[in-house]
């Protein structure tokens, strides 16, 4: 169906960590590396990746997270995360995922996305937004 997305290929991406992507609530001395911020980082690299392999018009959304967040990555450090296509079973399309920063691995897991047409999709939201707000 989509002839350049198939199990194996693979993208990696290089992080800043920068202030934006870390916890503060420990203080100054302990910010690193968010959990939210490595998992939309990882979303990230995964859409971007199914993109380059949809026609236009097409995109993905998630629909799965499990991933492991194993040690902590220090403001200032630069984080790998390399993202790999085990599955492909119609539109739904599994990852590995895995992350290290320049001293450990930091993460390891799976993330699910579903190729999605964008029009249609937006006519089901406009459709869910209106029985929302007429219950």
Same mark, same amino acid.
């Given at each position: 169906m989509y002839e350049t997305l198939t199990a194996g290929t693979s993208a990696t991406r290089k992080i800043a960590v920068d202030r934006d992507r870390t /916890? %503060?609530?420990? %203080?100054?001395d302990c !910010? &690193?590396?968010s959990t939210p911020s490595l998992i939309h980082d990882i979303e990230d690299a995964c859409r971007d990746l199914i993109l380059g392999g949809v026609p236009e018009g097409q995109d993905s959304v998630g629909t799965k997270v499990s991933v492991a967040h194993l040690s902590p990555t220090i403001l200032g450090m630069e984080a790998t /995360?390399? &993202?790999t296509i085990s599955e492909i079973e119609g539109r739904r399309v599994v990852f590995e995922v895995s992350g290290t920063d320049t001293v450990e691995p930091i993460c390891k897991g799976t993330h699910e996305r579903f190729i999605v047409d964008v029009a249609k999709t937006a006519e089901?939201? !406009?459709q869910k937004s209106a029985k929302a707000q007429n219950p």
């Open positions: /916890i %503060g609530f420990m %203080g100054e !910010r &690193v590396y /995360i390399t &993202v089901r939201l !406009r």
